[in-house]
């Protein structure tokens, strides 16, 4: 009933929020550094009156004292998260005293950052926030409002187990700097694009500026925004002052502001750090009459991560390249779970222009699930580009939408009812957009009026769904133009339709078109170029297609989106730049692989590479050019007459050519080269990885294979890893005297395992006494001592 | 506005260099590194004086719930009347493109990683440095800088030295379980406020044979300062 009468009230006027509870509770005596959380059972009568000071000023909502009341902020208090969650409850009722003032279970962030910024995993935060939440609701809290957060993962993770939990409305808050992001670079559209999709019922700003400095950012929501909109700012900028942090805006000058912000549309104001009852009293008295004014903003068409959002309001390319079908050398790295190979297929694909990426790791004989997890995890941690998560399988959605960082296209569901039910609530669930292919059980239909009658049905049954037009892209499938030629401009005919009719935004893959015939470029450019005029949004392509990617850019020219052609002229102007780079180089002849690999130019290792297969064997070329390459640079290295940087750049140079004599090999079909398996992994609790990759190009220098696990491994995985890769090696590394101990619980659990695995240890903070005391068998001083542990133990 | 000038003898010394031949390639790549570097660093700091008292052998901070204990931080403030608690970060983005390059070019990342080290340790200097200056005014002077995890002052303070501070809040900057700072390319530390007339006492008294303090460290063979071929900030005091 309760959340029923909240959200009424909302509708039809301003919503008052509390002033500050941490700073009031400073005024009052707190330390700096104690939790104010526990307060609410220390201290409960100066928790409730300072609630009591707000219900007083005549406030709708008050918010609990439990900010930080989670299991990771409580660890060393002596309380549970129930016992304060409860507490926190009791006291704001009891200083409700029976009055119509509803109470918000403030949930602020849990103080560890998430991965991959941080250790913390999504499922950990996750089960955290739950706890705060079930405890919540149990206490009879009327709404929850996760605030403060400056990390969109976690704001997520928050309002999926608030929304998972409970059904009271949730409000949701981030802080943003004077810039107009996060602490974490979050930007506004993005906060806007996920909290929406996810459902929560009021979004907007709180703490960390004054009402003036938030001004352009409560702006900036509220030109986007199609949910009510609402703004905690603080008492005005922080300074310290003699040793206090004072906040110095007046009443009047916060009331000033906030008038402001409600004239212009925001529905929800409150206080944050430094505001006192004061000033919450003339914010009451200034606004509470003021007539609402409903905005009405188009939801925008888009996907993002955190920090980038891509806005569909002109042609967008997706990167095709993640997906093994046909590619033998995909489905290899996907077996293996080589993810630096899936990586370097992001990277390429984002640094030639694609603004979103499909991925599709669909292949029978990996785990589908654990696999799109891992991928859309590794990609993220690296590139802030937007993703589309490729699959049939609703489990595979799910799990990679849940774990996704930001909002994400699903491709696809089809006008088949059983495929349109079992996703469609997924999408709407996790807020992604969606692909609709026009194809039912019966197939792709020969002509466009039928197309367009699927592509009708998905739109409807999405809506149905609650899902609105600006997410459903239709895909109106390409035909192969050697077998179903009349049936080509049938596909073109019914994007026009779908455009024009029902107004939603479309998506083609565009190269099967020219299966089968030669010159394929020619024609897939040539459709393309059609596609893009009958109005195609969303082309997936191969970006690193320079032709396809240049009849888009000249598109943006002649659809007049690229205004002024200035994208098109820059373009050019780099184009001839690199032309003359290209002339320059060949005069200066390097191209033979030994000085190449000497010199670390790894620009120049694939040509040389590839004209050097022309003639020599594989095998020949790692015999006659990279070993003795190698074995002097590592010479030079040890007597001191190169540094680091130096060996690393010869090294990813011999990376970079034996990429593409891998390739040759799988080609061939002949064996790969190696000389055994390694598991290499950042143990537990530590994030510093570069010097475990350092060592990890090195030893793959060597043709050994390694199974990288990357950071803040549990022992666990590793375990798992060197079983199921059946290894005998395995490398550690540590950087902190903090997570060498976990290096140690790893090596006692292998070696109680099987003491015939050999562990090598390495990093910062170890040294040969160290590695003997925690029982490792080697320890590696630098990435070449690596090299020598690995000969040694494997040969 | 050069705001990170970014020295580069000391991305060198980070990076091992030690006069080798530095080759064009690698030097330009150093100085592309440095210039990158400078753009992507969104550096935040905040800092807050404290009145300390000793109790129980232990360094307390007035109006506070942080204790430092062990005998190092003890004599690092001794003779001052307060101290200095400071955080500095260079914000997530350092670590998310030095993550980035980790997979595209390692040498690069490597390259970067010491940029940023040398960053935020000039960050240090120059809040330091300004500290200093006022400090001066009043008579006072300032000791080096002292962080948790040097000597045998715990790591495991480093989430309530962050509460006191509020860095959370004020900076982004927090610690995960381990007590490792994330963002990385971080900086707590602990600086001591004195009477200038004791800092010149103290300095007589512990001239003679305690320069080379490391030797006489606990953490002396696995300190990651001195294997990176610097100090720790207890050694540069001395």
């Known amino acids: 009933m309760v959340d029923v009468g909240l959200i009424e009230k909302l509708k039809n006027r301003t919503l008052l929020f509390d002033g500050a509870m941490g700073t009031a509770l400073q005024s009052r005596g707190l330390k700096l550094g104690e939790l104010p959380d526990v307060a609410n059972i220390n201290s409960p009568e100066m928790v409730i009156d300072i609630h009591e000071g707000y219900v007083n000023c005549g406030v709708d909502v008050i918010t609990t004292n439990a900010f930080g009341a989670n299991e990771t902020k409580l660890e060393s208090s002596g309380f549970t998260v129930e016992e304060i969650v409860d507490a926190a409850v009791q006291n704001a009722k009891k200083a409700i005293k029976g009055r119509d003032v509803y109470v918000a279970l403030g949930i602020g962030p849990i103080g560890e950052l998430l991965e991959p910024m941080g250790t913390l995993s999504f499922e950990d935060a996750y089960n955290i926030f739950k706890r705060q939440v079930i405890q919540g609701v149990k206490s009879g809290a009327d709404l929850i409002l996760i605030e403060t957060m400056i990390d969109l993962y976690e704001a997520k993770a928050a309002v999926l187990a608030a929304k998972e939990n409970s059904t009271l409305p949730v409000f949701c808050t981030m802080s943003f700097e004077e810039d107009g992001r996060t602490f974490t670079g979050c930007n506004v559209t993005s906060m806007v694009m996920v909290l929406e999709g996810l459902g929560v019922d009021a979004l907007g700003v709180n703490c960390s500026l004054g009402p003036k400095e938030l001004a352009p950012i409560v702006e900036e929501i509220l030109s986007i925004a199609t949910i009510p909109v609402m703004v905690q700012a603080n008492a005005g900028l922080p300074s310290i002052v003699d040793g206090e942090t004072v906040f110095n805006i007046s009443p009047e000058e916060f009331s000033y502001y906030k008038k402001m912000f409600v004239e212009n549309g925001v529905r929800i104001v409150g206080g944050c750090c430094g505001t006192t009852d004061e000033h919450i009293k003339h914010l009451v008295d200034t606004v509470k009459d003021i007539k609402i004014q409903p905005r009405q903003n188009k939801a925008l068409s888009g996907v993002c991560t955190p920090t980038k959002a891509v806005i569909i309001d002109r042609v967008k390319v997706i990167g095709e390249r993640i997906n093994p079908t046909g590619k033998k050398r995909f489905k290899e790295a996907l077996v293996k779970g080589d993810i630096d190979y899936i990586l370097k297929e992001a990277i390429d694909q984002v640094d030639a222009g694609a603004h979103i990426l499909d991925v599709n790791v669909g292949l029978p004989e990996i785990d589908e699930v654990k696999t799109i997890v891992r991928v859309i995890k590794e990609i993220q941690s690296i590139l802030d580009v937007p993703l589309q998560i490729d699959s049939t399988d609703p489990e595979v959605i799910e799990q990679g939408l849940r774990i996704y960082n930001g909002k994400a296209i699903v491709n696809s569901v089809n006008g088949e009812d059983s495929i349109l039910e079992s996703i469609l609530p997924i999408v709407k669930k996790y807020g992604a957009s969606v692909v609709g292919l026009t194809l039912d059980e019966k197939g792709i239909p020969s002509k466009a009026e039928d197309r367009f009658k699927i592509a009708e049905k998905i739109v409807k049954k999405a809506e149905q769904y609650g899902i609105g037009k600006e997410d459903i892209y239709i895909d109106c499938l390409t035909l192969t133009a050697a077998a179903q030629q009349e049936e080509v401009m049938e596909t073109v005919k019914a994007l026009s339709m779908v455009k024009e009719k029902l107004n939603v935004k479309t998506v083609l893959g565009v190269s099967n078109v020219s299966f089968g015939l030669p010159n394929r470029d020619l024609i897939n450019r040539t459709f393309l170029a059609a596609s893009l005029f009958a109005g195609l949004d969303l082309p997936i392509i191969n970006p690193m297609d320079k032709e396809m990617m240049d009849t888009i850019l000249a598109s943006g020219v002649l659809w007049n989106e690229d205004k002024g052609a200035a994208e098109y002229l820059k373009y050019n102007e780099n184009v001839s730049a690199e032309q003359v780079v290209v002339k320059d180089s060949k005069d200066k002849r390097e191209d033979d692989l030994f000085e190449i690999i000497i010199k670390g130019i790894k620009e120049k290792a694939k040509t040389a590479t590839v004209k050097l297969l022309e003639h020599t064997e594989p095998l020949s070329v790692v015999d006659e050019y990279i070993v003795p390459a190698l074995d002097l640079v590592g010479e030079k290295y040890e007597k001191g007459e190169t540094f680091l940087p130096q060996l690393i750049q010869s090294a990813e140079t011999v990376k970079n050519v034996f990429e593409i004599i891998k390739e040759r090999l799988s080609k061939d079909g002949s064996s790969q080269i190696s000389n055994g398996k390694i598991v290499l992994a950042t143990v537990k609790g530590d994030i510093h990885d570069i010097g475990k990759n350092v060592v990890k190009v090195l030893l793959e220098n060597y043709n050994y294979d390694v199974i990288d696990l990357g950071r803040d491994v549990a022992k666990e995985k590793i375990i798992e890893a060197a079983v199921e890769h059946d290894v005998k090696l395995i490398g550690l590394s540590a950087l902190m005297t903090t997570t060498v101990k976990n290096m140690a619980e790893t090596i006692e659990a292998l070696k109680e395992l099987d003491k015939n695995y050999v562990v090598m240890v390495g990093g910062a903070v170890l040294n040969q006494d160290y590695a003997d005391m925690i029982n490792a068998d080697y320890y590696a001083k630098d990435a070449k001592g690596a090299v020598t542990i690995a000969k040694k133990v494997l040969g | ?238």
């Open chain 2, 1 to 238: 506005m050069n705001r990170f000038p970014i020295d580069k003898d000391e991305v060198l010394r980070y990076l091992g260099y030690r006069n080798q031949n530095l080759d064009e390639v690698t030097d330009n790549l150093i100085n592309e590194c440095m210039e990158e570097m400078r753009g992507l660093i969104r550096e935040k700091h905040i800092y807050r004086f404290f009145d300390i008292y000793n109790e129980n052998g232990n360094v307390h901070l007035s109006e506070t719930n942080l204790t430092l204990t062990g005998n190092d931080i003890k004599n690092h403030l001794g003779g001052s009347e307060s101290c200095v608690l400071m955080a500095v970060t260079l914000g997530n983005n350092v670590d998310s493109k030095i993550r980035y390059y980790e997979r595209k070019s390692i040498t690069r990342a490597l390259i970067l990683d010491a940029c940023a080290t040398t960053a935020v340790e000039e960050v240090c200097d120059e809040i330091c440095e300004d500290l200093e200056n006022t400090a001066n005014k009043q008579n006072r002077t300032l000791t080096s800088r002292y962080s948790p995890g040097y000597g045998d002052l715990p790591i495991d303070i480093q989430k309530d030295f962050l509460s006191v501070l509020g860095a959370e809040k004020a900076i982004g900057l927090t610690a995960n379980s381990h007590s490792i700072l994330i963002p990385r390319k971080s900086v707590t530390a602990i600086v001591g406020v004195m009477d200038i007339k004791n800092k010149q006492n103290r300095r007589d008294s512990r001239s003679v044979p305690e320069n080379n303090t490391c030797l006489s460290c606990k953490n002396y063979s696995t300190c990651m300062y001195r294997r990176e071929g610097g100090r720790c900030g207890a050694y540069r005091k001395a």
